[in-house]
Antibody
């Protein structure tokens, strides 16, 4: 059974930093690209960042580029999101998601339960 | 900027009725790149449909997807009580983009 378990969220002041972690199990982690998706209260999900299976290539939305860094440790089946210079508009539930690209039909087929990040003074 | 526009914003239906949800893209996308997700309150989104019409594992066959180009549709036949939720379409790519959602509520 695929499981994605996020941790590391919480309350932080504007300008502060947080590091999210996602522990993956139930699939061959090193074979899959991964993404972080966030969802502000009452809004649609917003893709934040992605990383290829070997960590060699990363992608970021314009809203977080230069402030957030995605990384992974395939030896420990873990995904990370380092968030710096946090703003109030970064307040959201952050989801760790597994990408599936088989048959050239991309989708986010598994999601973690989500971790709340709240940026407030 | 690429945009996905979903309609209607809210759909009020009774159990047993059919729901038809629309997703319009601001530019043409490949059929392989359109997915649908269901989200219930307090839960993460769940993949329902990918590549326009392929059901994800465990998704009942009352859920179906269709469309091409810029116009895509999610149809839910014979709504069950557990189907009342918010539905999002999504363009799948290296920069995943979501629509604003359609809420299917009990009439």
């Amino acid at each position: 059974e695929v499981q994605l378990l996020e941790s590391g969220g919480g309350l932080v002041q504007p300008g502060g930093s947080l590091r999210l972690s996602c522990a993956a199990s139930g699939f061959t982690f090193s074979n899959h690209a991964m993404s972080w998706v966030r969802q502000a209260p009452g809004k649609e999900p917003e893709w934040v960042s992605a990383i290829t299976n070997n960590g060699g290539t990363t992608y970021y939305s314009d809203s977080v580029k230069g402030r957030f860094t995605i990384s992974r440790d395939n030896s420990k089946n873990r995904l990370f999101l380092q968030m710096n210079s946090l703003r109030e508009e970064d307040t959201a539930i952050y989801y760790c998601t597994k990408e599936e690209w088989s048959l050239s039909q991309p989708r986010l087929d598994f999601w973690g339960q989500g971790n709340l990040v709240r940026v407030s003074s | 900027e690429f945009v996905l526009t979903q309609s209607p914003g809210t759909l009020s239906l009774s159990p047993g009725e059919r729901a038809t949800l629309s997703c319009r893209a601001s530019q043409s996308i490949a059929r392989t790149d359109l997915a649908w997700y269901q989200q219930k309150p307090g839960q993460a989104p769940r993949l329902l449909i990918y590549a326009t019409s392929s059901r994800a594992t465990g998704i009942p066959n009352r859920f179906s997807g269709s469309g091409s180009g810029t116009d895509f549709t999610l149809t839910i036949n014979r709504l069950e009580p557990e189907d009342f939720a918010v539905y999002y379409c999504q363009r799948s790519s290296n920069q995943w983009k979501f629509g604003q959602g359609t809420k299917v509520e009990i009439k």
